[in-house]
């Protein structure tokens, strides 16, 4: 016997898959960063960060990347940001 119910789709199914992997950033090398103007740390997460977020940083929930990305690179390029990190 075969189960007919519907398979809910993942949100990240509607985008092309990734290009590139991007590297991690250890937890020592961010935290020494988060004073830097050169660095920019990107909270995705979409509803869940009531518990609280790193100061300085811009939410921007992963599922707006792809429609968005020309419009953050252009304001990373013109703020002198040099790396995004992006956590959740």
């Avoid at 992997?21 to 990107?42: F, G, M």
Wanted: some cysteine; charged content about 20%.
């Amino acid at each position: 016997m075969t189960d007919n119910t519907p398979q809910k789709a993942n949100w990240h199914d509607a985008f092309p898959a990734p290009k590139l992997t991007a590297p991690i950033l250890p937890r020592e090398a961010a935290l020494s960063s988060l004073s830097s103007p050169d660095l920019l740390l990107v909270d995705v997460r979409r509803t869940d960060f009531e518990g609280g977020t790193i100061r300085g940083s811009l939410n921007l929930p992963a599922h707006s990347f792809y429609m968005n990305r020309a419009i953050l690179y252009d304001l990373c390029k013109r703020a002198g940001v040099k790396k995004i990190a992006f956590y959740c």
